[in-house]
C-alpha cells in the first residue's frame, strides 16, 4: 500500500501507486499515474445548453433547462439561464456562463440609463442591439449564444437571435444551445404562426424536454417565462412522479 499522505504533500519523494512503475517527477500533475480528477472541474463553467423562445400575440414564451457543467462535471443542476435586462426584456444565455453573464450585466446597464434618458421602457430590438455589438466586436474572446426577447410598447412581443459572431436575426421563434441540434425538426413540424400563450407553453415545454431527453449536456428543470405587458410570468417544470414535462422514448 502507499501513504496517501505522501501522496498529496510530499514534493521531491517519488510517488508509487501499485498498479505502475515508480515515477521520479517532482511536479504533482506529472507524477500522478491517472488522470488528475481536479482537472474538469478547474474548467471555465459552461452551458451546454437548450434555450428557445416563441412570440404570440400578446407577448413572448422563453425557456431554458438548468444544467451547467465544469468540463465533464455538472456543477450545477438547477442554474437559471433567463436573465432579466429590463422590467419586460429577458436574455436566454448559451456558451459560457462568465461571458454571458457579463454581457448581460453591461446590457443591463445601459438599459437603465437609455431608459431615464428617453422616458420610457426600452425597445426589444434595442437591447437585441446591445448584445449583437458586444458579441461581434468581441467575437474572438466570447463564446456566446443568445436570445434576447420581450414586450415593448412599439412592437409587442418579439424575439432576437444572437449567435455565435454577432449576427442578429429576428424570428417568430427560436432556438439555441447545443441541445437545439436535435429539435430542429420537431420545431419546424409542430411550429404555426398565431399560436396561443398556452399553445407556446405547451410548445416549448415539448421541445425542451426532448432536447434534454437526447443531449447530454441539457438536463435539469426548465424554466418558463411569459413576457407581456403586464409583466412576467415564471414557472419551473421537472421530470419524474408528479413532474409537467412529457416523457419520451429514451426515458
Not at 72 to 86: E, F, G, M, Q
Not at 131 to 155: H, Q, R, S, V
Request: charged share 20%; glycine share 10%; net charge negative.
Amino acid at each position: 500500500m502507499y501513504n496517501t499522505h505522501d501522496l498529496f504533500h510530499s514534493k521531491n519523494k517519488p510517488v508509487s501507486h501499485p498498479s505502475a512503475p515508480l515515477l521520479q517527477h517532482n511536479n504533482f500533475s506529472e507524477a500522478l499515474p491517472f488522470e488528475d480528477p481536479l482537472k474538469d472541474m478547474q474548467e471555465a463553467h459552461s452551458m451546454g445548453t437548450s434555450i428557445m423562445a416563441v412570440e404570440f400575440d400578446g407577448g413572448v414564451v422563453i425557456g431554458a433547462d438548468s444544467r451547467t457543467t465544469t468540463g465533464s462535471y455538472i456543477a450545477n443542476r438547477v442554474s437559471d439561464k433567463l436573465t432579466p435586462v429590463h422590467d419586460r426584456i429577458y436574455v436566454c444565455r448559451s456558451g459560457s456562463a462568465a461571458d454571458t453573464q457579463q454581457i448581460s450585466d453591461y446590457v443591463r446597464y445601459f438599459l437603465q440609463i437609455h431608459s431615464v434618458e428617453v422616458g420610457t421602457l426600452p425597445l426589444v430590438e434595442t437591447a437585441a442591439n446591445l448584445f449583437k455589438d458586444f458579441c461581434y466586436n468581441y467575437k474572438d474572446n466570447l463564446l456566446a449564444g443568445i436570445i434576447c426577447a420581450g414586450w415593448d410598447e412599439k412592437n409587442g412581443g418579439s424575439v432576437w437571435t444572437i449567435p455565435l459572431g454577432g449576427s442578429l436575426i429576428k424570428e417568430p421563434f427560436s432556438i439555441g444551445g447545443s441541445g437545439s441540434t436535435y429539435i430542429y425538426g420537431y420545431c419546424d413540424a409542430n411550429f404555426k404562426k398565431g399560436m396561443t400563450k398556452e399553445e407556446c407553453k405547451q410548445f416549448v415545454r415539448n421541445a425542451l424536454s426532448l432536447a434534454m431527453a437526447r443531449d447530454g449536456s441539457s438536463g435539469g428543470v426548465v424554466r418558463l417565462a411569459v413576457i407581456t405587458k403586464d409583466g412576467v410570468e415564471r414557472e419551473v417544470h421537472h421530470e419524474g412522479q408528479g413532474g409537467t414535462l412529457p416523457k419520451h422514448y429514451s426515458d
